[in-house]
């Protein structure tokens, strides 16, 4: 009963350098959501996909790309990471939507900083 | 743009008191509104999940409230313990998205 799993949980980036960040759930959910939490900001979407092989932006996609090549997995990459992306990334998952949507299902978080 | 606030930041409480956290949003536009716990070093585990068309819904000591004419909805704890500190976040659904606010974060004093 996994739920929605995030690897890694804590990482230390130097600016520039690289990394992807999977999430994955084990409840047959079409959308799945990428999160970033910062003090005082609450939670911001970065992107999101609707299903498999679909993505979309959200309110603060820039220096982020991701992809959903398998529904059970969506992966949040960082092509040249920056300070500004110190952050706690939260993963998140749900049903579609008929009227009146599902509750989201999240992972615990990677605590991400950036030197 | 969707706008969320959580009035106050924080509360402290003694021990069995009951409580009202505020959540407020400025698009009525919403499919549903949804309450979030969060504990320290975790993600959010779902609350209550209240749809456009209801007004409340209930889940044990726990009442969440929605008046969307008004932009409001309350999440009302009754007597509550020392195991219901945490965050406490509201976020509203439009279209695909979610928008959250800040939270409040509740201690409840033995």
């Known amino acids: 009963n996994a739920g929605v799993t995030q690897t890694p949980k804590f990482r230390v980036l130097k600016t520039g350098q690289s990394m992807t960040l999977l999430c994955a759930q084990d409840?047959?959910?079409?959308?799945m959501y990428w999160y970033r939490q910062d003090p005082g900001m609450g939670l911001r979407l970065i992107h999101y996909s609707v299903g498999e092989g679909t993505t979309a932006k959200g309110e603060v996609p820039d220096g982020y790309n991701v992809s959903r090549l398998k529904k059970q997995n969506f992966l949040l990459g960082l092509e040249s990471a920056a300070p500004s992306q110190t952050s706690v990334y939260f993963c998140?998952?749900?049903?579609?939507?008929?009227?009146?949507?599902?509750?989201?299902?999240f992972g615990d978080g990677t605590r991400l900083s950036i030197l | 743009k969707q706008e969320v606030t959580q009035i106050p930041a924080a509360l402290s409480v003694p021990e069995g008191e009951n409580l009202v956290l505020n959540c407020s949003f400025t698009d009525s536009a919403i499919y549903n509104l949804q309450w979030f716990r969060q504990d320290p070093g975790k993600g959010l585990t779902s609350l209550l999940l209240i749809q456009s068309s209801q007004r409340e819904q209930t889940s044990g000591r726990l009442n969440a409230s929605l008046d969307k004419s008004s932009g409001r909805s309350t999440l009302y704890i009754a007597a509550s313990q020392p195991g219901d500190s945490a965050t406490y976040l509201c976020a509203v659904t439009g279209g695909n998205q979610f928008y959250f606010g800040t939270g409040t974060s509740l201690t409840v004093i033995p």
């Open positions: 998140a998952s749900s049903y579609p939507k008929p009227q009146g949507a599902q509750p989201q299902h």
């Open positions: 409840m047959n959910h079409e959308y």
